[in-house]
């Protein structure tokens, strides 16, 4: 028997739960949705480092094998999960900030020296790498956005005139937009030394030595200095990436070193002392100088390649960036994008990813404007804007990937209008999320062309992708009429009866619901328990017949995280019509406030033809619905 209940259902129910949640329409309670999450993960010891981006939870687990995927995916919350770049990442959406305040807490993530060990497990150079950038870049990304931004809207008023560089409010707002990217070492010294598991204050000082104004004084005077009679190769480290990583992860080595060697009666004494007066004369005669020349490398590298042809460079960044992001590989651009402005004082790379991320944006909204199903188009609208934001992954996951050829066009209308920006020249003054709300920082060469790149992609992708890239999926109708026994004594009422609007409306499939009068759920067909929810208020069950049916009892009793539910079943149980599914304490749960009501759904009901409910009690029958209509 055919069990699609479990992936298709509750990714279902999953959406709308997450958009509902995103919306404020429904209270979510992120304490227990962080401990399942743990739990499911391994639990807190299989973490060994757990940080978050603008969407996803990303965890580096100490043993992959022990996290169970499909677990952590059914959690109200959840959109999916991703397992890439040696992590295991958590896609949850808007939320990310709230789930992940609760977690940190719960783990003590911030004080516990844990947060930041290594872990065990052997990933590769590759995901090694991009585990560490990620985990360096992430935290700094709404910071990143906003000064760049500021940097934007400076730059256009100024542009127009409204504002000269002279006055003192550019100065004021430009010290603003310009502070985080000219002290940028410093904070990448903090979230570096949290990933490598060393003191982060020793860090930042080691940082803060590299761009203190007499340093930077004595490079940008040709100053010749000597430490012990050894001369220092002066470089400018202001804005840069590599010089504080590398630094950084020379004193992860050297840090434990000097504190196990010390009395404990010393240590917290000398132990920064050391490390100070050791690492910064080593950074700044090695580790500055071998690092500023890899970055002069890499810059150089990628100005030849971007020399060779801007437009395939363009297409190709165009073409791929989605695919990068959905295994979290584009971290391992971002480097290259900050490198770029501190050489070159823009980014070429920024303008192809805006038009991939246009042609995402494009891509779903073709699928809203030539959908008729209702779930498809209410997720639909609602990735688009989020993409029209530079957020992605409920476009991505939700609509383009799930069918496949939205997201092959709009990886090629990324790719051709990415070919046009590089052609234009176009690049960005700061590195930002690639939003709508972004255009200012690419004022400059190349921007017209980088707007009219950004729409065409968009327009283009929406155009072929509601001609040639969706078709609603047709179920084939059925002839058999689906019979359900009613899961508890009761009065039936319809569905349109019920005080919830997302089951009132029909939206998740036709049925019924019941006022219970007995706290005993019973299955109403014969079939096999796909899901029994975390949270034990809703039990998923797949009829011989194939009807994926919700039985979800209450309303909103999900904030009671299990309280007054005792399950009788797990997942994969055998049951038959009548079984015991589930008991719950009616009279505690009306005393706290919540309406017992219980809504028996069939989620793809537009298979059968008639969907009809046998009253236990009196042996009545009642048909709910014909051919999936309502009721």
């Given amino acids: 028997m055919e069990k699609p209940f479990s992936k298709n259902y509750t990714y279902l129910v999953r959406r709308i739960a997450t958009a509902l949640i995103n919306k404020g329409e429904v209270k979510m309670d992120y304490s227990q949705l962080a401990k399942d999450i743990v739990r499911f993960v391994g639990g807190e010891e299989n973490v060994s480092n757990v940080y978050h981006c603008a969407t996803r939870l990303r965890f580096t687990l100490k043993d992959n094998k022990k996290a169970d995927k499909e677990k952590v995916e059914q959690l109200e919350g959840v959109i999916t999960v991703v397992e890439a770049g040696g992590m295991f990442q958590v896609v949850v959406g808007n939320a ?12 003590k993530l911030e004080d516990d020296a844990s947060s930041g060990k290594r872990g065990t497990e052997k990933k590769g150079i590759l995901n090694s790498f991009i585990d560490m950038i990620a985990a360096v870049f992430a935290p700094t990304l709404g910071v990143l956005a906003g000064s760049g931004l500021i940097k934007g809207v400076l730059a256009l008023c100024t542009s127009l005139n409204l504002l000269t560089t002279e006055s003192g409010t550019y100065i004021i707002l430009n010290a603003a937009a310009d502070a985080f990217f000219y002290f940028l070492p410093i ?14 204050f020793i860090a930042m000082v080691i940082a803060a030595a590299l761009v203190y104004p007499t340093i930077v004084s004595a490079y940008s005077d040709s100053i010749t200095l000597r430490f012990l009679g050894m001369p220092v190769i002066l470089a400018r480290y202001t804005s840069t990436v590599i010089p504080a990583i590398l630094a950084v992860w020379v004193l992860s080595y050297i840090e434990p070193k000097i504190r196990k060697s010390l009395h404990e009666s010393i240590r917290n004494l000398l132990t920064p002392f050391i490390c100070i007066i050791v690492m910064v004369p080593i950074t700044l005669l090695v580790v500055g100088p071998i690092a500023d020349y890899a970055s002069q490398l890499i810059a150089a590298g990628y100005l030849a390649v971007y020399n060779f042809s801007p437009v395939l460079s363009g297409a190709v960044i165009g073409g791929f960036w989605q695919v990068l992001v959905i295994f979290g590989l584009h971290w391992g651009l971002v480097p290259v994008m900050t490198n770029n402005l501190s050489f070159y004082g823009r980014d070429t790379l920024g303008p192809a990813c805006m038009t991939a ?20 188009k209410s997720l639909s609208l609602s990735a688009f804007i989020t993409a029209l934001f530079g957020i992605t992954e409920p476009a991505v996951y939700g609509v383009t990937l799930k069918y496949k ?10 790719a051709i209008f990415g070919g046009v920006a590089g052609a234009a020249g176009a690049g960005a003054l700061a590195v930002a999320t690639r939003s709508i709300l972004s255009f200012p920082i690419y004022i400059g060469e190349g921007f017209v062309w980088l707007v009219a790149s950004y729409f065409l992609a968009m327009i283009s992708s929406c155009m072929l992708t509601f001609l040639f890239g969706y078709k609603d999926e047709i179920e084939e109708e059925s002839s058999k009429d689906i ?5 508890a004594a009761g009065e039936i009422i319809d569905l349109s009866e019920v005080n919830d609007p997302t089951f009132a409306s029909g939206s998740l499939g036709e049925g019924f619901a019941i006022i219970p009068t007995d706290g005993k759920i019973y299955s109403p067909v014969n079939g096999e328990v796909s899901t029994v929810f975390p949270t034990k208020h809703a039990i998923g069950v797949v009829s011989e017949e194939g009807a994926e049916i ?3 009892i209450g309303i ?12 009788a079943v797990s997942d994969g149980k055998k049951v038959r019509k009548g079984d015991l599914l589930m008991e719950v304490d009616l009279q505690e749960l009306i005393k706290e406030g919540y309406d017992p ?23 009545q029958t009642r048909k709910l619905a014909s051919l999936g209509g309502s009721i």
């Fill in 96 to 107: 990310v900030n709230e789930v992940y305040d609760v977690l940190s807490k719960q783990m």
């Fill in 187 to 200: 904070f990448l010294a903090y979230t570096a030394a949290k990933k490598f598991n060393t003191d982060r």
């Fill in 357 to 376: 991320v246009a042609a995402q944006a494009g891509a779903v909204l073709g699928v809203f404007l030539k959908t008729k199903n209702k779930k498809v």
């Fill in 405 to 414: 050829r939205p997201f092959y066009i709009a990886c090629i209308c990324g």
């Fill in 483 to 487: 019979v359900l026994s009613t899961p």
């Fill in 550 to 552: 919700l039985i979800h």
């Fill in 556 to 567: 909103d009793t999900v904030n009671l995280n299990g309280k007054y539910f005792q399950s």
């Fill in 597 to 619: 009501t219980t809504m028996v759904i069939v989620t793809n009901s537009s298979r059968f033809k008639n969907i009809i409910t046998s009253h236990k009690k009196n042996n």
